[in-house]
């Protein structure tokens, strides 16, 4: 007896390559002078899907001369992400260009808050000898807390004989210190 070969076989639908007609890109609606903002850039097809086989470099320009740009970022998987740093306040537009693709986004840049002032924040009443935790908090003209303040103040008290450090040192806008009173009354930091 002859052996009957085996076979098998399947089917299947080619398709035209996805295309990559335009990019999508993401910027924060607002952003602060001088601070780092993430962009996020994907290559679409006309009807708005990814197109992960996409690559290619990025160069980017904005109408804020004053912006520290990325020269060039390449695509990876149809998708990039760059880092921008706007210099100028105002309403500021971010073009990307990846060879004929090219995407625009606009964000709100707006100025690096100016320290106006300091809240000190302690309890109403204390017992002369006994250490308190104070807070200060860095606060613009409008008395908001500046979160991104990093720096030092110089403590001082209208209670001569107080114990407490001569610098206060600030993380995110906000100081912390410990105060021990030592004259009976109303006193002041």
């Known amino acids: 007896g002859g052996e009957t070969p085996l076979t098998g076989s399947d089917s299947t639908l080619v398709g035209e390559p996805i295309v990559a007609t335009q990019l999508a890109i993401r910027i924060p609606e607002?952003?602060?002078?001088?601070?780092?903002?993430?962009?996020?850039?994907?290559?679409?097809?006309?009807?708005?899907?990814?197109?992960?086989?996409?690559?290619?470099?990025?160069?980017?320009?904005?109408?804020?001369?004053?912006?520290?740009?990325?020269?060039?970022?390449?695509?990876?998987?149809?998708?990039?992400?760059?880092?921008?740093?706007?210099?100028?306040?105002?309403?500021?537009?971010?073009?990307?260009?990846?060879?004929?693709?090219?995407?625009?986004?606009?964000t709100t840049v707006v100025a690096q808050p100016v320290v106006a002032d300091f809240r000190i924040e302690l309890r109403s009443e204390v017992v002369a000898g006994e250490t308190t935790r104070v807070r200060v908090v860095a606060i613009d003209a409008d008395g908001t807390a500046i979160r991104d303040f990093s720096g030092s103040a110089t403590i001082a008290s209208s209670d001569a004989e107080a114990t407490l450090p001569e610098t206060v040192q600030f993380r995110r806008g906000r100081g912390y210190f410990a105060a021990a009173f030592a004259t009976l009354g109303d006193q002041q930091l």
């Open 30 to 106: 607002s952003t602060r002078v001088g601070a780092p903002s993430r962009v996020m850039l994907m290559a679409v097809d006309a009807n708005g899907r990814s197109v992960p086989h996409f690559s290619g470099d990025v160069t980017f320009t904005s109408s804020d001369e004053a912006a520290s740009l990325p020269e060039t970022i390449t695509f990876v998987r149809g998708r990039a992400v760059a880092t921008v740093t706007f210099g100028t306040p105002g309403e500021q537009t971010l073009t990307a260009k990846a060879g004929d693709l090219t995407a625009e986004a606009v």
